[in-house]
Each structure stands twice: as C-alpha cells, then as structure tokens.
C-alpha cells in the first residue's frame, strides 16, 4: 500500500468517528457533474468519462447504505441534455441504460424513475420501467434516477396532472384556486410520498442548481465539492455528512 492511501484511509477514518450519526441526512440528491471534464483532464473521450461515472454510482450507493441514507436521487440526464448532439447524446444514454438495469439487478436498491418519459426514446423508456417493476419492492435504499428530468418541467406536469384530476372530479378552475395548497401540488411531482432532500451535493466546483428539485430543495442544505463526479471519494461523501450536520437547519425561522 502507498503511503498515499496510506494517510487517505486514516483520513477517512477521522472523518468517519467524527461524524454525528443522529444527524444523517435520510434523503441525498446529487448533481453528477464533471465527467466531460474529467475525461479531458485524463486524455480520455467523453463516452469513458460518461462510463467512469456511472460506475461510481454503486460506490455511492453503498457509502449511503452504511451510513443509513434512506433515498438517493441521481440526477443523470436533464431535459436539456437531450439536445446535445446524436454522436454524445446515444451512447451517454446506453451507458444510462445499463446503469439502470445494473441497480435494478442488484437486488439492495429500489429503483424509481423521475422525470418524463415521453421525451426519451422507446428502448430507454422500456428499460426505465422494466427496472422500476423489477427492483420496486425490494428492502432497500430508494434509488431515484433522474433521466429527461427538469425541475421546470417536473412542476409544470404536475399542475398539468393536478388540473386533470380535479377536471375529472368535475370541479371547476375557479374552485381549483380557492382551494390550492403547497400539498396539492407536492402530491403530483415525480417524487410525490417521498421526504424532501436534507442534502443536495453537486460536484465539479459548479456552484448552481441548474433546475435540480426545484420543488423539492426549497430547505435542503447544499454541498458544492471541486472534484470531478468520476474522482469523487468516500471521503468527499464523508466530508459532505461532516458538513452537512454540522448545520442549523432552520427552515426559513
């Protein structure tokens, strides 16, 4: 062993018996950004950059479980990504694909798709749902995978979707504005049943959501770390918990 990782292990380590496990957030979103960027750096081209994150996702993933992270969005293809151009676009989404299939096989994780899946293609959509249908009971943290999601887009389906409803109940739109609450419209986001996220974590030293939970992150804590989402580290994560409950959550009071 190097004496680099070495000092990075004890390291860790002290982050670790710091932390204060009453404080762990139970809900993680995270902006995986970076991986263009660290294909660049490394002098290799952005669909291995595209790979190298999506397999940092089970490392993630299993940081969280020993921690006791309860739900876990992954934010891995926006609505705007979807312009990017064919060459880029169609291999990033099969690397998506398998890294969908991969978490619903696994058998530790359950899997929910958020965002709108008419803007995808019909085989991503297909693995989308077949994943969901798979991995959607199983005893595990709660993985939702953010692919075509906007937080624009998410809030504007589901007034789309609270209009309908009440539509088909036969109530009016003026009756609708009488009556509209916060928890009429959190009851149709993609997340609906869900707790809000405590932790937001984007990498890559982007500091901006970007339409992440729009909704959802109104009193989440942000974490904005410099390194690139493939080169994030249990000790980035940790760092992050350290962080984060080291914070006074006060909700706007």
């Not at 970076?34 to 940081?63: F, M, S, V």
């Not at 005893?139 to 937080?151: H, K, M, R, S, T």
Request: hydrophobic fraction near 40%; include cysteine.
């Amino acid at each position: 062993m190097k004496l680099r990782d070495l000092v990075y292990r004890l390291y860790a380590r002290r982050v670790e018996d710091r932390l204060d496990h009453r404080r762990i957030p139970k809900h993680i979103g995270v902006i995986l950004d970076g991986n263009r960027r660290w294909a660049r750096a490394a002098g290799g081209t952005t669909e291995q950059g595209h790979q190298a994150g999506a397999e940092k996702i089970r490392e993630l993933l299993g940081w969280c479980a020993e921690t006791d992270v309860e739900v876990v969005t992954l934010w891995l293809l926006s609505t705007d990504n979807l312009t990017r151009p064919e060459n880029e676009l169609l291999p990033l989404l099969g690397i998506i694909e398998g890294t969908v299939r991969d978490l619903a096989a696994d058998g530790r994780w359950r899997v929910h798709h958020v965002g709108q899946l008419d803007m995808l293609p019909a085989r991503t959509q297909r693995v989308l749902k077949e994943a969901e249908q798979q991995a959607g009971e199983i005893d595990g943290i709660l993985v939702n995978v953010a692919v075509g999601y906007g937080g624009r887009q998410e809030i504007t389906d589901a007034v789309r979707s609270l209009l309908a409803d009440r539509a088909a109940q036969g109530g009016s739109l003026d009756e609708l504005a009488d009556s509209l609450t916060v928890e009429d419209i959190s009851e149709h986001l993609y997340t609906r049943g869900q707790p809000d996220p405590d932790l937001v974590i984007r990498t890559s030293g982007e500091q901006r959501l970007s339409g992440f939970m729009l909704w959802q992150s109104a009193h989440s804590e942000y974490y904005f770390c410099e390194v690139f989402w493939p080169a994030f580290r249990r000790v980035d994560y940790l760092r992050a918990l350290r962080d984060y409950a080291a914070r006074s959550r006060r909700y706007g009071s």
